[in-house]
């Protein structure tokens, strides 16, 4: 294949009189594209744009037909969400063999949270606040995926969330933009590696550009409508910090922005994310994104065709509207060729960066398959990450970790529920394989405890309710009998127990694409089971599966141990019994903020103050910025979660507290475990501007350590700073910092901080 390209492009070279400094200057590849490109009709260029989904797993309501066909005639440039080696050999033959230019083909797929290895959604990695966890993990979906025929995931999710009724915010890293940045390049440079035409690295694609994560009333597909200076502040720098690793690709979101939706929007896909931040990847639309404009009010498929190639989208996912209306937008000059052949070029450099030219049948290695999907080493890992990124939310008395003795109840609806395990977006897994609570309870424990199962309730009382969560081979396993025959099962039950594990929340479904909720308590049914377990007088500990941040107000204040287990993946129930019976100690810590009530929504962590702020620590007083009927305080803070070791802070030593210019701040602190038990901690840097020439947050995470510490030692912490950490975008979208007073902040998250006041000059 590439001896006939590189023939091929040497004859094209010599004809065209092509000028062999550009193939220096820009990429290596150039000419052979240059040369490939000229041999192309309209149509095969077209094609290039042409995305359809094809084989084992939709995510939407479209079907493409006649794909084989299609890929002989040069009218498709990728195919996604198929999988397995062989079937992606055969098809990818065709192309190759069967087409008249032998180009090869694109194969993505949503590999989100590992692939055959399941590991936590992507909202509790970022709760494990470690960077070389979370790239490791991409790595691991990368070997993966990719021994199985895959050359392109649609991952990272780095859309910034606030509002915990959005179910897609279990995809992404939470509320914060720092957070959100460092998790993004770590998830980058997990799935593309050092070297793209690695057989075991995939392309990431950094998604949804831009907003999706603002929608109006958490409502999915929302309309999104926001200040610029929010935007570049708050919203954009995960996709800034995907850019500036190099992620491959980015995919439009759906929602609109400044009223024209992303999809269609240039001001978006052109002069912020290639003229600003000189990205020089593709981009795809999402799941139909581009047809989807006729119903925003953007004119019909051959106006949106045009209108989203005109803004900088580069594939068409589904749609097929760029593929079969550009040929006519441009006769109707609607468009321009130079727009189809930059479009068509982008989607060609890809395919050359991955090394498809050289071996396109690079990710199709029979012998991989069998060494490196699902292997038990991979599996160590996934159990590990999980343990994790678990959160332990509330341990009064040292309720957990729990003895190996005895008897235990394991009661609730996702107890003996393996398929749930998982998690949304788990497309490649096989949910048997998973280990259920019950399970992995009995794995760790052996024959050291004795271990009782009831199911207690529904996740539903509403069958039909039900019923919508109970997809994509994730069933409840709904009980038909009444609800007073299942609890009183359920407390014959934790009557013979010595402790009580309840396993509550939600299913992996209630939360994900299209799993926006307007009540974000467990479910109500499951509210009166936990209510009679704690009658009983034993010990309870609630187990919390969750896609999104929960209002837990009443189980925070009733029930004396709660870890937030999310949903951990394939080794989930292994993972949590470690946790659980103490063989790991917790060490998460939220990457979102948890409300008292539904609300208070959105809550976050760095607001800006009012003209008329409410006194720390008050409530209520009139005329100021408060509820009547609640605190303004959130129920966990952004950065909070709790461990089995207890950390001790020292005082906060800066190495000046005035200085000018480029100067550096030096801050440091003492950390002391002083339990008996090691741990992690993850130490929180925060900072405040004071006075802005614009409004500025009360406080903005600007560093973190994650830090294992021994049981009685002392670390000492130490965070530089520069001027670069407080930089930020002014009203004119300068990024600029500006001297004057600032406190810097340290503390376990971000409400329970210390703070230190400097004075930092332009001179």
């Not at 062989?86 to 949503?110: C, H, N, T, W, Y």
Request: hydrophobic fraction near 40%; proline fraction near 4%; charge should be negative.
């Amino acid at each position: 294949m590439k001896k006939n390209l590189t023939i091929l492009s040497l004859c094209i070279l010599i004809l065209s009189c092509t000028d062999q400094k550009k193939s220096t200057s820009e990429n290596s590849y150039d000419a052979e594209i240059d040369s490939l490109m000229s041999l192309m009709s309209l149509e095969e260029k077209l094609g290039q744009l042409n995305l359809p989904a094809a084989g084992d797993i939709n995510t939407g309501l479209a079907q493409s037909t006649g794909i084989v066909a299609k890929i002989k005639e040069g009218k498709v440039g990728g195919l996604f969400n198929i999988k397995t080696a062989e079937k992606i050999r055969a098809i990818q033959k065709v192309a190759v063999e069967e087409s008249r230019l032998k180009i090869p083909l694109l194969f993505g797929m949503d590999v989100i949270h590992g692939y055959k290895t399941v590991f936590p959604i992507p909202l509790a990695l970022s709760c494990s606040w470690d960077m070389k966890l979370i790239e490791q993990s991409a790595r691991v979906a990368a070997q993966e995926a990719s021994a199985d025929g895959i050359s392109w995931t649609f991952s990272p999710m780095v859309d910034i969330a606030r509002d915990p009724r959005w179910g897609r915010i279990a995809e992404g890293a939470g509320e914060d933009a720092f957070l959100g940045s460092e998790i993004a390049k770590a998830m980058v440079r997990g799935y593309q590696g050092d070297d793209l035409t690695a057989a075991n690295t995939l392309m990431a694609c950094a998604k949804h550009f831009a907003l999706y994560g603002a929608a109006e009333a958490g409502r999915d597909y929302g309309t999104v409508d926001m200040s610029r200076q929010r935007m570049y502040n708050d919203y954009f720098p995960p996709f800034k910090a995907a850019v500036d690793a190099g992620v491959g690709s980015l995919m439009a979101s759906f929602n609109e922005v400044d009223g024209i939706p992303a999809t269609g929007n240039r001001w978006l896909m052109t002069e912020v994310l290639r003229d600003q931040w000189a990205f020089n990847g593709f981009v795809v639309s999402d799941y139909t994104g581009v047809t989807e404009m006729i119903e925003h009010g953007m004119g019909d498929t051959l106006e949106v065709a045009a209108l989203a190639l005109n803004a900088g989208i580069d594939m068409d996912m589904v749609s097929d509207a760029m593929p079969s209306k550009l040929a006519e937008s441009l006769e109707k000059n609607m468009t321009t060729r130079q727009a189809i052949d930059q479009a068509c070029r982008r989607i060609l450099e890809a395919k050359f960066r991955l090394g498809l030219f050289d071996d396109p049948y690079k990710y199709c290695d029979p012998e991989r398959k069998q060494t490196d999907i699902f292997t038990d080493e991979n599996r160590a890992i996934a159990r590990s990450t999980a343990a994790q990124s678990f959160v332990l939310l509330k341990n009064d008395k040292n309720t957990l970790p729990l003895a190996k003795k005895g008897t235990i109840g394991v009661i609730g609806p996702l107890a003996n529920n393996r398929e749930n395990m998982v998690g949304s977006w788990s497309v490649a897994a096989d949910f048997k394989q998973a280990v259920s609570l019950v399970d992995g309870l009995k794995n760790v424990a052996g024959d050291d405890a004795n271990i009782l199962y009831a199911k207690g309730a529904n996740v539903y009382s509403d069958e039909p309710l039900e019923k919508r969560v109970s997809i994509f081979g994730k069933p409840t396993y709904r009980d038909n009998r009444s609800e007073s025959e299942l609890l009183n099962e359920a407390l014959a039950i934790a009557r013979r127990s010595d402790v009580i594990v309840a396993a509550l929340g939600e299913a992996s479904e209630m939360s994900g694409e299209s799993s926006s909720r307007t009540d974000i308590q467990i479910p109500k049914t499951q509210q009166r089971l936990l209510k009679e377990l704690l009658k009983t007088g034993k010990p309870v500990v609630l187990v919390l599966y969750a896609g999104r941040p929960m209002a837990l107000k009443w189980e925070s204040e009733n029930v004396p141990a709660i870890l937030n287990a999310w949903f951990g993946g394939t080794e989930a129930g292994n993972a949590i019994a470690d946790v659980l019976f103490g063989e790991i100690n917790p060490s998460g810590k939220l990457s979102t903020t948890f409300p008292q009530n539904i609300g208070q929504i959105p809550i976050f962590y760095n607001y800006k103050n009012t003209g008329r702020p409410l006194p720390e620590g008050k409530w209520f007083q009139k005329f100021k910025s408060n509820y009547l009927d609640v605190s303004n305080d959130p129920l966990y803070p952004f950065g909070f979660g709790l461990s089995y070791s207890h950390f001790e802070y020292g005082s906060i030593d800066a190495n000046t507290t005035s200085l000018k210019g480029d100067q550096e701040l030096t801050i440091s602190i003492d950390i002391t475990n002083t339990s008996e038990i090691a741990g992690k901690e993850v130490i929180q840097l925060y900072i405040r501007d004071m006075v802005g020439s614009v409004t500025r947050p009360v406080k903005e995470l600007k560093g973190f350590q994650k830090v294992a510490i021994d049981a009685g030692e002392t670390k000492k912490i130490q965070f530089e700073i520069t001027t670069e950490d407080l930089k930020f975008y002014n009203y004119d979208l300068d990024y600029v910092w500006e001297p004057g007073e600032f406190e810097i902040m340290i503390g376990s998250n971000s409400r329970d901080v210390q703070t230190v006041s400097v004075n930092w000059s332009a001179e």
